[in-house]
């Protein structure tokens, strides 16, 4: 598997967490399913971004602070649609980018030699 799978396949599985935690906002609870959903979809497009930038440039830092950035910037347009519960939307968007973001960055193709450092 490289990045850009690894990046995909990972933004999608906390994608489906983000939405979860739609479950501490009361009044969204009727829409748990459908925001689930929703934060799956966008979990899997900002794991693909990070997994190209991941797969371009081999910097933990770098890929974090983008990762975090990728994730702020689609949970805003979520957030910026409802009009309303900003926090509680960016700031899962906003992990769920800077964790895809990190571990891409230290993920290795098990396709790949292992660089041994003596």
């Known amino acids: 598997m490289n990045k850009i799978t690894y990046g995909l396949a990972l933004g999608g599985f906390l994608g489906i967490f983000d939405g979860l935690t739609a479950w501490f906002t009361p009044e969204v609870r009727s829409m748990l399913m459908q925001i689930v959903v929703g934060s799956t979809i966008k979990g899997l497009i900002v794991g693909l971004i990070i997994g190209i930038f991941a ?6 830092a770098s890929g974090a602070i983008f990762g975090l950035a990728v994730g702020l910037f689609f949970a805003f347009l979520v957030a910026f649609l409802q009009h309303a519960h900003y926090a509680a939307i960016m700031i899962p968007g906003g992990l769920v980018g800077l964790i895809v ?5 230290k993920y290795r193709s098990s396709s790949l030699p292992a660089v041994s450092r003596s």
């Open 101 to 105: 973001g990190y571990a891409t960055q």
């Open 55 to 60: 797969h371009k440039v081999r910097s933990v």
